[in-house]
């Protein structure tokens, strides 16, 4: 069965504090592996795409990087705008549907 | 362009009422999708389309019905509604049906008593 596992469920850095996300999956084969941004009472935003393994996607103070097992979305210097819930979603070879781990919520402290 | 829109954006119903949540996109996407959040369990698949008149099931479709009659539209009807739908739910689209990302709408809070 496809799944897909985001860890930690909560993380608080302080305010150039340095870290890292993880999304690991499961599927019989990757079609891609997207990480979203989102604010509380809104929907989801786009973020990243990342298609095979040993790809690497960078935006201002995001990376995100995939290998065969997992994609880790690397926080540089955070700031507190950057405080929110952070999803990863897979969609496998085969199907049409996508999957979507439960979050990270990062809070970064002034 | 609007992206995707969903109306209403909060609705109140009572135990056995029937609605419908309007989800409408301007991108001419092919792929829409409906999910709904609930604290601890991230986004579920509801029900999903790869072109007009093409829908199948998602991971909870219970409860649910859809239809795609236009690339535009896509609503999403609660037959007869339940306090375990109680929950936010999001439309989604993407331009392509594999592969590709998608952009969600603003979602709909809905309150079941």
């Known amino acids: 069965e496809d799944q897909v596992t985001q860890s930690p469920e909560a993380l608080r850095l302080q305010e150039g504090e340095s870290s890292s996300l993880n999304c690991s999956y499961t599927v019989s084969g990757l079609r891609g592996l997207f990480w979203y941004r989102q604010d509380p009472g809104k929907g989801p935003e786009f973020l990243f795409t990342l298609y095979s393994a040993g790809e690497e996607k960078e935006k201002e103070r995001l990376k995100a990087t995939l290998t065969k097992k997992e994609s880790f979305l690397h926080i540089t210097a955070p700031k507190p705008e950057d405080s929110a819930t952070y999803l990863c979603?897979?969609?496998?070879?085969?199907?049409?549907?996508?999957?979507f781990g439960t979050g990270t919520r990062l809070k970064v402290l002034a | 362009n609007a992206g995707v829109t969903q109306t209403p954006k909060f609705q109140v119903l009572k135990t056995g009422q029937s609605m419908t949540l309007q989800c409408a996109q301007d991108m001419n996407h092919e792929y829409m999708s409906w999910y709904r959040q609930d604290p601890g369990m991230g986004l579920r698949l509801i029900h999903y389309s790869v072109g007009a008149g093409i829908t199948d099931q998602g991971e909870v479709p219970n409860g649910y019905n859809v239809s795609r009659s236009t690339t535009e539209d896509f609503p999403l009807r609660l037959l007869s509604a339940a306090p375990s739908q109680t929950s936010v739910y999001f439309c989604?689209?993407?331009?392509?049906?594999?592969?590709?990302?998608?952009?969600f709408g603003p979602g709909t809070r809905l309150l079941v008593l």
């Open positions: 979603a897979v969609q496998a070879i085969g199907t049409y549907k996508y999957i």
């Open positions: 989604a689209s993407s331009r392509d049906r594999v592969g590709e990302t998608q952009y």
